[in-house]
């Protein structure tokens, strides 16, 4: 029977009842459940709208029925509602009257809001676990390849030399700024709305700061129709996920270019690649595929969350009972990645020799000989000028920068010397750029040793 039942004639129609339930997905928040349960009711009993005693007995079934749940001799029943009818049957099924006092100055509006901030922050604790590991194998790796030289791109186009440590950097710096919305996400959701009840509070004589620090939060919210009625939490830790699985996107991306023939920079171990059905020679990047596809699918719950909120009145909308298959789905999604992704990056061979070598075609260093220019005093819009129709004589008579004789440099421009060749060497292209952010060696060395330092003072 329904708890609600009281005010109907007829039991739900199965088709509905089934349509209306939520126990198949919010059953996950059982421990969250519980905890809010027992929260309020020792609340309720210090602030004397229950008995001290009645209040310890409903604390004791409480923890009973979580024991239980651990120890299989209970399970959660597919038929219930949701879990908070489940929890509270379960109850009143073991205390009687006892049990049915724990509603008092409650609704399943205040307490689902609770449940889900309690459940999504340690999700949020858990995502940034994970990236701080994902960031320090970066780390680790741009250490150890600090000085080995590959083109940068723009336009997918060779423009000018980096080193395989400094690009892994710059996805360092993305998962650092992904951890940081997850941490200010975690901070916003950090309130609690349990005392809001159903949306407009109660008479009981509650606490709600009580509440809120027996349950570890930052504090009490402040309006009790926003506290039962928005889902912003929900909203910005999808966009925050979205927005690191579009950084995971991208570099799986690179990862799959990478692996290719074509340019062959990396090669992942065989625990992370799998075989074609047909094609005897091939290893395939699928981790990095599917990565990339899951974006989507995190892209998707983000708009789903958007799309359900955007046209709500206030208060709390059954509409809003979407949110969590939405938002626990995009958690998932960036765990399981993340959980895949970073033992696939530490275990990835990196073929130097052939960034290198793709370095140094592409006329990568042209930047560079135009700057040569500009030492010798040109300005830097005729030095650039000199340098293109260099590079065009170059392509033109099969040569590069690098074999082109110096007679020929010196028709150009006379200010060319021989130290033109130290100058656009690849090796000296990357160490000179020592600008703050730079590609040079021991920046990325500086760079890693700050972000693994952040990752420590934070662990
Ligand atoms: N299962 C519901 C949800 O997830 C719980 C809140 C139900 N409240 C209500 N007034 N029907 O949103």
């Known amino acids: 029977m329904k708890l609600w039942a009281g005010r109907f004639h007829k039991e739900l129609d ?32 210090e ?38 009818t489940f929890v509270e049957g379960e109850l009143t099924k073991r205390l009687g009257d006892a049990g049915k006092r724990l509603h008092t100055a409650r609704s399943r509006n205040d307490q689902v809001a609770v449940d889900l901030r309690l459940y999504l922050k340690k999700e949020c604790a858990e995502l940034r676990d994970l990236l701080s590991g994902l960031t320090a194998v970066l780390c680790k790796k741009a250490l150890q390849y600090k000085d080995a030289v590959m083109p940068g791109y723009t336009h997918m186009q060779r423009a000018q030399p980096v080193t395989f440590g400094h690009h892994l950097l710059a996805y360092a ?22 005392g809001s009840c159903a949306l407009a509070g109660t008479t009981y004589p509650i606490d709600r700061e009580r509440t809120a620090e027996l349950l570890g939060f930052a504090g009490p919210t402040q309006n009790s129709l926003d506290g039962v009625s928005d889902r912003d939490f929900c909203m910005e830790l999808a966009a925050a996920i979205s927005i690191c699985m579009v950084h995971l996107s991208r570099f799986s991306e690179e990862i799959v270019l990478w692996c290719s023939w074509e340019f062959k920079f990396i090669e ?10 047909i094609m005897p020679q091939k290893k395939n990047p699928d981790i990095a595929e599917l990565v990339r596809g899951k974006s989507g699918r995190a892209i998707g719950d983000m708009v789903t969350l958007f799309t359900m909120m955007k046209g709500l009145p206030l208060a709390y909308n059954k509409d809003m009972q979407e949110d969590k298959e939405a938002v626990f789905d995009a958690a998932d999604t960036l765990k399981l990645c993340l959980k895949t992704f970073t033992p696939m990056l530490s275990t990835m061979k990196v073929l130097t020799q052939n960034m ?16 040569y220019l500009v030492g010798r005093g040109l300005p830097f819009r005729t030095a650039y000028r000199i340098t293109g129709e260099i590079v065009a004589y170059c392509v033109e008579n099969g040569l590069t920068l690098e074999t082109l004789p110096l007679e020929t440099y010196r028709k150009f421009n006379e200010k060319f010397g021989k130290d033109i060749y130290g100058a656009i060497s690849l090796e000296h292209c990357v160490n000179g750029r ?3 952010g730079g590609p040079a060696p021991e920046n990325v060395e500086a760079q890693a040793n700050r972000i693994l330092n952040l990752l420590g003072a934070k662990a």
Do not use: W
């Open 14 to 45: 199965k088709t509905t009842d089934d349509f209306n339930s939520s126990i198949s997905f919010d059953s996950r928040m059982v421990k969250e459940d519980l905890a809010g349960s027992i929260a309020h009711a020792t609340m309720l009993g």
């Open 47 to 84: 602030c004397g709208v229950i008995t001290q005693e009645e209040a310890a007995k409903i604390c004791g079934g409480l923890k009973g029925i979580l024991a239980d749940l651990e120890n299989g001799s209970l399970s959660i029943d597919e038929n219930a509602e949701d879990i908070h």
């Open 173 to 194: 710096e993305m998962f650092l700024r992904d951890a940081g919305r997850l941490r200010d996400a975690a901070k916003r959701m950090d309130y609690c709305p349990l």
């Open 268 to 277: 992942l171990d065989d625990a992370f690649s799998t075989g074609s059905s």
């Open 356 to 371: 290198r070598a793709a370095a140094a075609k592409g006329f990568i260093n042209a930047t560079d000989c135009a700057d």
């Open 434 to 436: 020592k600008v703050l």
